[in-house]
C-alpha cells in the first residue's frame, strides 16, 4: 500500500501582473536608485573624481 503525500493545507494565490504605477514598480525603482546612488559614492571615493569629471564636464 502505497501513502500518497499530505496535500498543502494553504494554496497560494497568485496575483495578476500590474502594469504602470504601483507598489512593486516604486519599490523596484526606489531600490534601484539607492543601488546606483551607492555605486556612484564608492566609485567617486575610489577614483577621486566627481561625475563631473567622469562626464567631461569639469
Do not use: C
Not at 526606489?30 to 556612484?40: K, N
Amino acid at each position: 500500500m502505497t501513502q500518497t503525500p499530505p496535500q498543502p493545507s494553504v494554496i497560494p494565490s497568485l496575483d495578476v501582473p500590474k502594469f504602470g504605477f504601483n507598489d512593486y514598480a516604486e519599490r523596484l525603482n526606489g531600490r534601484a536608485a539607492m543601488v546606483g546612488f551607492a555605486l556612484t559614492l564608492i566609485i567617486e571615493f575610489v577614483t577621486g573624481k566627481g561625475v563631473m569629471a567622469w562626464l567631461g564636464l569639469h
